[in-house]
């Protein structure tokens, strides 16, 4: 069965330190993967795609994540963080089958102190 | 670019009245959108898939009855709670497919927020 992992309920950093937020997959074919961002009381904001091509994606406002196909994982990056990248981030997965649907992790609170 | 809106973004209502709630694309045709819910502190939950101009493909427990999705345009899907009950107070988002460029991104909605009361 197909299905994401987040393993961190929360990540809290200092702002200007790196962050780092876990995805782990698990697929039968070559995986899409996504990363979204949640705003309180907002939809999802798409921060970027890895569908084929190079394992480093670079995405919106400054963050990027790796694939990685040995260890199945697609952390999401960010060399700086703001107080403002506070928010609730989604990685999800497209269902290998033909139907576009996605399959989502239980999300990570991050949380960026002054 | 791949903008989604959502109206109304909330809405309260009492119970056993229906609530519809609209998704539009604004700058793309949408072949396929899609209807989540969200309760609080979790992930989001897929309710439905519905592509224009066909019925709309229900998740495994969602009462298609209670749960009427239309798709009549590329830019509009509609979901409208019938009946609607306390238990059904919920954050309900959707997303669109785009008909042409990014066809396998995703673009949500900002979200209505239905409370029964």
């Known amino acids: 069965a197909q299905s994401v992992a987040q393993p961190e309920d929360q990540v809290n950093v200092a702002e200007g330190n790196p962050l780092t937020v876990k995805c782990t997959y698990s697929v039968s074919g070559n995986p899409y993967l996504f990363w979204y961002v949640q705003y309180p009381n907002r939809g999802l904001q798409f921060l970027l795609k890895y569908i084929t091509g190079d394992n480093l994606v670079k995405g919106s406002y400054g963050f990027e994540a790796e694939f990685n196909k040995s260890q199945t994982s697609f952390h999401l990056k960010k060399p700086s963080a703001l107080v403002s990248d506070s928010a609730l981030y989604f990685c999800?997965?497209?269902?290998?089958?033909?139907?576009?649907?996605?399959?989502f992790g239980t999300g990570t609170r991050l949380q960026v102190f002054p | 670019g791949a903008v989604v809106s959502q109206h109304p973004s909330w809405v309260i209502c009492k119970s056993g009245t229906s609530v519809k709630i609209e998704c539009r694309s604004l700058?793309?045709?949408?072949?396929?959108m899609f209807w989540y819910r969200q309760f609080p502190k979790q992930s989001l939950m897929l309710m439905a898939t519905s592509n224009e101009g066909s019925k709309a493909t229900y998740e495994q427990g969602v009462e298609k009855d209670k749960f009427l999705i239309n798709h009549a345009s590329l830019t509009l899907s509609t979901l409208t709670v019938t009946s609607a009950h306390p238990e059904d107070s919920s954050f309900y988002i959707c997303s669109a497919l785009g008909l042409a460029g990014s066809t396998d991104t995703q673009y949500f909605g900002p979200g209505t927020r239905l409370t029964v009361l």
């Open positions: 700058d793309f045709q949408a072949t396929t």
């Open positions: 999800a997965v497209r269902d290998s089958g033909n139907t576009d649907k996605l399959i």
